[in-house]
């Protein structure tokens, strides 16, 4: 807090009066040049110093005179574009500034602060499995914490009303006894565009609405373009997914798509704003433009096909996909696709991140009733690995994740997959084990919850075996994504430094883990030494 303040001397006061004030969590209001980047950071506990969280892993965003952030999450951009879209505010009404400047645009002219986070309470599944590890708190909560203890006092000064919104708004319900000692008026779970505008418009007529808001409509109908660049250049493609996965808080929405020309238009704004390296938004990359779970190969080429055209772009990182879709194209539309994502700086790992969970398919389908889907659950195991040798050979890099602990495990499905594991890690993949947090508190959340007490030394193994493959391939992935996404030579090598001193430090946990196993001794977290 008190670099923040030093900061604010140093700054000149807006000259704007907005009305409203969107701001995002810390970690989400950083200058990542590429997604890597951005997943590393975001996973960090308090055991990292935090001047080298802030000055290195997650550097801050410029802002201008105004207190205007450069680029801030997608979601707070078309929150914004929503507001100038479907309300009567202009554009020097809205601000979306960063923690660092809100004491410099907030004054008693504000009347709504919307604030974002994916992970308020670190109750996100990747992030719970850090936390089992280190001592500690998530930077995502800490951060969060922070900033809303500085609006709770700006608030209590001007009146304005606090929204909390965001990937991460279900953790304020599902984890209201987590909540810190804050103000908050509404929490507002969903997309925006389609009641957002109204709740806004509202709050600052002076009426406060119910506190609790859930909005189902996926809004792609009112989605305008963005009018500033994105944290990462995300392009969103397509929302919702419709497989769902009980773990995953997407899951249930249907997946619909963005017309190319508003996509395109997003793209062109990063691309002003100076980025190069951008990152595609969606649950399925393959699946863009498709009506069902067949991917429309025509459609996704031809949207590729326009995207090549912008002049500027060095390289797209693709997200996630599904190993049914997959399985759905064949070789020569995988490779045709790939071509199509060889931009000005050509990558070797261009990743696609599929979720595998375990090798049971029959347990798979049980917690995510959509993901095998057209296929036999059966032969999810088989799927799996001619899912990882087909993005291997049309160019790809697989990266997958696995889940320990799901609701109706059993010792066998782990055995299974850590054989499925280790024939993923001999075809190079990069795989990542989590565990399975539920999304939803109480005693029946807190028994499916699976934590270090719950390790046995098979799931030790699998995790083990999942680490030792990414502590040969991630450093690969990470500074050849660094390299086509335009970071200096200097700084790749300093990650890889540090990144050998994770592994270290792993190493020795995974020791320490074991001999608690086997001696029944219980299992404590350990302190994140960062070299």
């Known amino acids: 807090m008190r670099l923040a303040a030093r900061k604010r001397v140093a700054m000149p006061e807006s000259r704007l009066q907005p009305a409203v004030v969107l701001v995002a969590d810390r970690t989400l209001s950083a200058g990542y040049r590429i997604l890597f980047d951005g997943m590393f950071a975001t996973m960090q506990m308090t055991q990292v110093p935090e001047v080298f969280m802030r000055r290195f892993l997650a550097p801050a965003v410029r802002t201008d005179a105004d207190g205007r952030a450069h680029t801030v999450p997608l979601g707070l951009r078309r929150v914004e574009s929503a507001l100038l879209q479907y309300t009567s505010l202009e554009r020097d009404d809205v601000v979306c500034t960063t923690p660092e400047r809100l004491a410099d645009v907030i004054g008693p002219w504000v009347k709504v602060v919307g604030f974002s986070s994916s992970d308020p309470l670190g109750m996100g599944m990747s992030n719970t499995t850090t936390s089992h590890f280190w001592k500690g708190e998530l930077y995502t909560r800490r951060w969060t914490r922070q900033t809303l203890e500085q609006l709770t006092v700006l608030k209590r000064r001007y009146g304005f009303r606090i929204v909390v919104g965001g990937a991460g708004a279900w953790q304020w319900i599902a984890h209201a006894d987590k909540r810190p000692d804050v103000d908050i008026d509404v929490v507002f779970e969903g997309y925006f565009e389609a009641s957002g505008p109204a709740l806004f418009t509202e ?30 250049g995300i392009i969103e493609l397509s929302r919702g997914c419709g497989r769902g996965c009980q773990f995953c808080a997407m899951a249930r929405q249907g997946m619909r798509h963005l017309d190319p020309d508003t996509i395109l238009a997003d793209l062109q704004t990063n691309v002003a704003g100076g980025l190069r390296a951008v990152v595609s938004g969606s649950e399925d990359f393959f699946r863009y433009g498709a009506r069902g779970l067949r991917p429309d190969f025509e459609k996704l080429c031809a949207l590729l096909e326009r995207m090549r055209e912008i002049k500027g772009l060095s390289f797209m990182q693709i997200d996630h996909a599904n190993v049914t879709s997959v399985l759905q194209l064949t070789d020569e539309q995988l490779r045709q696709i790939r071509r199509l994502l060889t931009w000005e700086r050509p990558s070797d790992y261009l990743w696609v991140n599929m979720g595998v969970e375990s090798a049971n398919g029959h347990l798979v389908a049980a917690n995510s009733p959509g993901k095998v889907a057209p296929f036999d659950p059966a032969d999810w195991g088989q799927m799996v690995r001619e899912a990882a040798d087909r993005t291997t050979r049309c160019g790809f890099f697989p990266v ?124 404590v977290q350990e302190e994140q030494v960062y070299v």
């Open 203 to 232: 709050l600052l007529n002076g009426r406060v609405p119910k506190p609790h808001v859930v909005e189902t409509d996926i809004g792609t109908d009112r989605i305008r373009p963005i009018r500033g660049p994105s944290l990462l």
């Open 400 to 523: 997958v994740s696995v889940l320990l602990g799901m609701p109706g495990e059993t010792p066998d499905d782990v055995v299974a997959t850590l054989e499925l594991v280790r024939d993923l890690a001999a075809k190079n993949a990069v795989i990542f084990p989590i565990f399975y947090e539920p999304l939803a508190s109480g005693p029946q959340a807190d028994r499916q919850r699976f934590t270090l007490t719950r390790m046995t030394p098979e799931h030790l193994e699998l995790y083990r075996t999942c680490y030792e493959q990414n502590f040969k391939m991630v450093p690969r992935l990470f500074w050849d994504n660094q390299r086509a996404g335009g970071v200096s030579w200097a700084r790749r090598a300093l990650m890889q430094v540090l990144g050998r001193g994770e592994v270290m430090t792993w190493r020795r946990t995974f020791r320490r883990l074991h001999r608690q196993l086997e001696h029944s001794v219980p299992i």
